[in-house]
């Protein structure tokens, strides 16, 4: 975390200030795509936004144990620890784990419903032992708490110009069509984990079951059945995104660049598929550097934008979140 974010956000304690600044490392390592997104919020938002990101994170990672070297029970204890943990934020403002720390300080300093990460830790135990999804309707369960709340946890850290209810399902909407997205991504490396996400009656549509994606992805050959079933999940996630986007013009004008580049970011990834012929069981589709750097370049202009005419509108209102521009404040 920079001097100057933690400044805006008025965190001074310097325990917090290390806290947010590990979440902050796990973001910047592990999310480019998202990381990049949000270098346009507001200085002022943006811990609140890495504490979110980062708990989720670190939950996910244990749940994943990318490096095998944990049994289901070993991962469901951890999980559980951090949920301990978790709880124990809340009620009493600390918190062992710097993530958790961080954490707890932003539910509080935003009124985020605590409801919203019970409903989190239980979808990421979930994976501990469910390794498909039978329908979309069970799959879309799942995401309730893998992915919607996240959009649901943002909402009250960005801010809205509409009460904050009618702006709630478009948000659990982003953050299903950002996961969706994911899934298709990934759908060879989940598979090496043991997971399925394509809802199987998707894929049965067109002919497709999990022998025939392990048989795919063990040999690398390619079949027209697998080929039709992932256009359909794009076609699905694609609606998905659809059902989210009105949301982003319900958002503070301010925070609306970055929303707007993620959205954008996120639903390239699908656009690189698809150019790929939808090898996803082969390679790992990544929008490029170049045009991930254009995309952010356009979210800074709007950025840019929304400045001036604040500042046009109130001359004399210093912009919120500001603090002075010393030297020590852009480390």
């Known amino acids: 975390?920079?001097?100057?974010?933690?400044?805006?956000?008025?965190?001074?304690?310097?325990?917090?200030?290390?806290?947010?600044?590990?979440?902050r490392q796990l973001n910047a390592r592990h999310g480019r795509t998202y990381f990049l997104a949000?270098?346009?919020?507001p200085v002022e938002h943006r811990c609140a936004v890495h504490a979110l990101y980062g708990f989720a994170r670190w939950a996910d990672d244990i749940v994943d144990d990318i490096d095998r070297r944990q049994t289901p029970d070993e991962r469901d204890r951890l999980?559980?620890?951090?949920?301990?943990?978790?709880?124990?934020?809340?009620?009493?403002?600390?918190?062992?784990?710097?993530?958790v720390r961080a954490l707890a300080d932003t539910i509080g300093r935003y009124g985020i419903e605590h409801t919203l990460f019970t409903d989190f830790i239980a979808s990421m135990r979930t994976d501990l032992s469910v390794t498909d999804y039978p329908t979309y309707a069970d799959l879309r369960t799942y995401m309730h708490g893998s992915a919607?709340?996240?959009?649901?946890?943002?909402?009250?850290v960005l801010g809205t110009v509409v009460p904050r209810e009618e702006a709630a399902p478009h948000a659990a909407a982003l953050g299903v069509a950002f996961q969706?997205?994911?899934?298709?991504?990934?759908?060879?490396e989940d598979l090496d984990r043991g997971r399925v996400y394509l809802p199987a009656d998707l894929l049965a549509a067109h002919g497709v079951d999990r022998p025939?994606?392990?048989?795919?992805?063990r040999t690398g050959r390619r079949?027209?059945?697998?080929?039709?079933?992932?256009?359909?999940?794009e076609a699905l996630t694609k609606g998905v995104y659809r059902e989210a986007e009105p949301g982003i013009a319900m958002l503070d004008p301010r925070v609306r660049p970055c929303i707007r580049t993620a959205f954008t970011l996120y639903g390239g990834i699908l656009d690189v598929i698809a150019h790929h012929d939808y090898g996803v069981l082969h390679r790992r589709s990544v929008v490029p550097c170049r045009r991930r750097a254009a995309t952010a370049a356009v979210g800074a202009a709007r950025v840019l934008g929304v400045r001036l005419r604040t500042r046009a509108a109130h001359p004399l209102a210093p912009e919120r979140g500001a603090v002075p521009r010393r030297r020590e404040f852009e480390q």
């Not at 969706?180 to 060879?188: C, E, I, K, P, S």
């Open 1 to 23: 975390m920079t001097r100057r974010e933690l400044d805006a956000a008025g965190i001074s304690d310097p325990e917090l200030r290390a806290a947010y600044t590990r979440c």
């Open 38 to 41: 949000t270098r346009l919020l």
């Open 79 to 99: 999980l559980r620890l951090l949920e301990n943990d978790l709880a124990y934020g809340l009620s009493t403002g600390g918190a062992d784990d710097p993530l």
């Open 148 to 156: 919607a709340v996240i959009g649901l946890q943002m909402l009250p």
């Open 180 to 188: 969706l997205t994911n899934f298709l991504r990934d759908v060879g």
């Open 212 to 217: 025939l994606l392990e048989w795919s992805r």
């Open 223 to 233: 079949d027209p059945r697998i080929r039709s079933a992932f256009i359909a999940a």
